[in-house]
């Protein structure tokens, strides 16, 4: 199979067009094409000759992803559901906050990592998304904000998946769409999620530290976080906080938890003070999400005023932590809703 134009990062674009025997200026008006005037086949790309464009269709692909649905939400959120070339289903979400219009991409088809909280893992990993596809989400977003004269301003890979578990295709991905030929998003408004593959974020601290990391941590303690997330099991606790602590230390830069608020489970003061006491000398922000009830999962939803009084607690012990405001209340808002949705019904 060809693999996708998407896939390419401009340096690796220019080699390829020199060891075919073209100029290598060339990849920087491929990358116009693509990524600024963002067409959908070569026959478009009407400054490069015929015989040219018919080489890049033998060599690559360019179809993007095919959408399946579509949901908009009163609030502005755009959630698809598109389809791979091979038939899988993944969801990409557009977010608009008061600053900007944010993507959440997705990493992988399913996900091995098993949080006892996610739909999207129990069906386990299909495959690793190649660089462009995940690329081709973020394109396909911005094409349907083209229709509002917007552009992406923000990327978050919180998406399906365990983006570190797909690190090469990852990193493509970032080189691409960080790209000023492409898309230009800058380094500082990409933020990658993890569910903490430890050696991972000592490799992100040394070689990518530009770029915002988010840790799902879920937990105040060790026992609670490996009953929440088996991943606690292989890289425990202790070790993950080193390793931010790596982090911050390396790259002066402030960290991201993130915490799900668990009705019963994990939501009480007592926990926020644990929270508070394991992670008060790191140079943090905390991001509360208020998780909805999961049909799959057992979790109910943290009532209102228990996510006030603690999110209150933390900022009485110093630290720094907002609520996620909620996207697409009205649509299947939770990650791995909607293919899990589509899933159901093509089974029927
Ligand atoms: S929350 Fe993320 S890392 Fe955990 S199982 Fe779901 S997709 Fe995988």
Known sequence: MKPLIYDIRLEALKKW??????????????????????VSSFEEMSNLSKAFREKLAASFEIRGLDLITKQV???????????????????TVIMRHNYGNSVCVTTQVGCRIGCTFCASTLGGLKRNLTAGEIVSQVLMAQKALDEDDERVSHVVVMGIGEPFENFEALLDFLYIINNDKGLNIGQRHIT????????KIYQWADDMNQFNLAISLHAPNTELRSRLMPIN??????????????YVNKTGRRITF???????????????????????????HVNLIPVNYVPERDY???????????????????????????????IAAACGQLRAQHAKEAAR
């Open 192 to 199: 990658v999620s993890t569910s903490g593959i430890v050696p």
């Open 73 to 91: 939400s009163a609030d502005g959120t755009i959630k698809f559901l598109f389809s791979l070339h091979d038939g899988h289903a993944i969801e």
């Open 258 to 284: 993130e915490y799900g608020l668990f009705g019963g489970v994990n939501d009480s003061v007592a926990h926020a003070n644990e929270l508070a006491d394991l992670i008060g000398d790191i140079n943090c």
């Open 17 to 38: 067009l020199e060891e075919n025997g073209e100029k290598s200026f060339r990849a920087g008006q491929i990358y116009d094409w693509l990524y600024v005037k963002r």
């Open 233 to 246: 099991r292989g890289f425990p606790l202790k070790d993950l906080l080193e390793a931010c602590r790596y």
């Open 300 to 330: 109910v939803r943290t009532p209102r005023e228990d996510i006030f009084e603690f999110h209150r607690t933390l900022q009485k012990r110093g630290i720094n932590a907002t609520i996620r405001r909620e996207h697409g209340s009205d």
